[in-house]
T-cell receptor, first 112, second 111 residues
Framework: DVKVTQSSRYLVKRTGEKVFLECVQD?????MFWYRQDPGLGLRLIYF???????EKGDIPEGYSVSREKKERFSLILESASTNQTSMYLC???????????FGSGTRLTVV | QKEVEQNSGPLSVPEGAIASLNCTYS??????FFWYRQYSGKSPELIMF????GDKEDGRFTAQLNKASQYVSLLIRDSQPSDSATYLC???????????FGKGTKLSVIP
């Protein structure tokens, strides 16, 4: 089975801190995604990547950046954390959109 | 803007009944359709996918697709309390990297 691993399950950070969320997949998937999920708003795409060093903005990229230096790793960076970035962050990977995604276990980030 | 619509629920069904979850989508070119189950505080888990019109059965789960009506559904037979979760519908277009997700329907199975 494909495994998508997110480095932290729970994270508490202070306002203004730079935050790194790491995601690693072990099945050579081309595509990787970062979503945030908030009650009533569903899953919202932040950034995605379809190849090493390639990145595309999703629906809500403001305040975030990403890095994909290796195929298996996709990092989400909060440049200066704010309280409105408190959320569940989900990483996913896929071979193709037609194959569906495999999600990581999620990181619940609280910014205080 | 591609949209996927689901009734947010909660949908309550008694244990042993059939739960019916529905989803409509706006992009007529959509080709792949998925149902994810998400328990509270956990990440989504793929439980069914369907590509062709008609029904696809896997155990107690049946996915139904009607492309002409732009409608996909998930039936859960003999519902169990362990089926209580939020069910997300997701849709992918031809050649697309991405899935478009609905906001999910919360299902509650009452013992």
């Amino acid at each position: 089975d494909v495994k998508v691993t997110q480095s932290s399950r729970y994270l508490v950070k202070r306002t203004g801190e730079k935050v790194f969320l790491e995601c690693v997949q072990d099945m050579d998937h081309e595509n990787m995604f970062w979503y945030r999920q908030d009650p009533g708003l569903g899953l919202r795409l932040i950034y995605f990547s379809y190849d090493v060093k390639m990145k595309e903005k999703g629906d809500i990229p403001e305040g975030y950046s990403v890095s994909r230096e290796k195929k298996e790793r996709f990092s989400l960076i909060l440049e200066s954390a704010s309280t409105n970035q408190t959320s569940m962050y989900l990483c996913a990977s896929s071979i193709r959109g037609s194959d569906g995604y495999t999600f990581g276990s999620g990181t619940r980030l609280t910014v205080v | 803007q591609k949209e996927v619509e689901q009734n947010s629920g909660p949908l309550s069904v008694p244990e042993g009944a059939i739960a019916s979850l529905n989803c409509t989508y706006s992009d007529r070119g959509s080709q792949s359709f998925f149902w994810y189950r998400q328990y509270s505080g956990k990440s989504p888990e793929l439980i069914m996918f369907i590509y062709s019109n008609g029904d696809k059965e896997d155990g107690r789960f049946t996915a139904q697709l009607n492309k002409a009506s732009q409608y996909v559904s998930l039936l859960i037979r003999d519902s169990q309390p362990s089926d209580s979760a939020t069910y997300l519908c997701a849709v992918s277009g031809a050649g697309s990297y991405q899935l478009t997700f609905g906001k999910g329907t919360k299902l509650s199975v009452i013992p």
